[in-house]
């Protein structure tokens, strides 16, 4: 137990750690979130260890005695929101859930931007960080889109199958929220709301020009430090 909480503690001190929490977010979104339909107990333990990735995370970016104790006490509440809402079944917590684990996804982005944009080369582990980033905006968005389903029911027209067969929407906004990250666009899921307009346009644009800026300016630094690299060692 010590010694993973050492590794957890040096986690984000390292920029590998961008490259190792790409492949975590990519198992979780792509694989474990899938199939853990009824598993309680496994997205709990995912709740707590991504939750103490965050902690550590934002207790690293500051050393501001103030600004670590909000970052604590909203980590917790989320995880006891968590806890009470799928383990105790307490009701009306949905709202509140969904807030507190927005506010951890935009914590997430904000600390995996901070380590891509430190001082210092642009290596590969910085570029993978930018696409860790990528997937993050669109979970934010998919909560998002949750949540303007949840305050004003029949904001989006969903497929009728998809809703007589009960999938959780959950699922089915970030199935959507992917597809218009990327403007894909199928069209089997449509905003009808102002509101939930609004966020569907925001994203699509932002779907846009973050590979295009961001993406690829980075990959063209790291192309370019490689360079000097390999100058130097001439």
């Given at each position: 137990m010590k010694s993973m909480s050492?590794?957890?503690t040096r986690f984000w001190s390292e920029e590998r750690s961008l490259t190792v929490f790409l492949i975590l977010l990519i198992v979780e979104i792509f694989i474990i979130a899938p199939i853990n339909r009824t598993g309680i107990a496994l997205g709990l333990v995912n709740n707590i260890f991504f939750?103490?990735?965050l902690l550590v995370g934002l207790l690293t970016m500051t050393r501001h005695k103030a600004l670590q104790a909000v970052v604590?006490?909203?980590v917790a509440m989320a995880v006891a929101t968590h806890w009470a809402r799928l383990v105790?079944?307490?009701t009306g917590l949905d709202l509140l859930d969904s807030l507190l684990m927005l506010s951890c996804i935009i914590g997430f982005l904000v600390i995996v931007l901070w380590q891509v944009y430190r001082e210092g080369p642009v290596t590969g582990h910085r570029v993978l960080g930018a696409v860790a980033g990528y997937l993050l905006l669109s979970v934010a968005f998919a909560v998002v889109?949750?949540?303007v389903e949840y305050l004003a029911p029949g904001s989006f027209q969903l497929p009728a199958a998809?809703?007589?067969a009960g999938e959780p929407h959950g699922r089915l906004f970030y199935y959507f929220s992917v597809v218009t990250l990327t403007t894909t666009g199928y069209g089997d899921?449509?905003?009808v709301n102002p509101f939930a307009r609004t966020f569907v346009m925001m994203e699509a644009l932002i779907g846009q020009l973050y590979p295009a800026i961001l993406i690829a300016r980075l990959v063209s630094l790291h192309v370019e430090t490689k360079r000097e690299?390999?100058?130097e060692h001439k």
């Open positions: 050492k590794h957890v939750s103490l990735l604590m006490i909203v105790f079944g307490v889109f949750s949540l998809l809703s007589q899921i449509t905003a690299k390999r100058a």
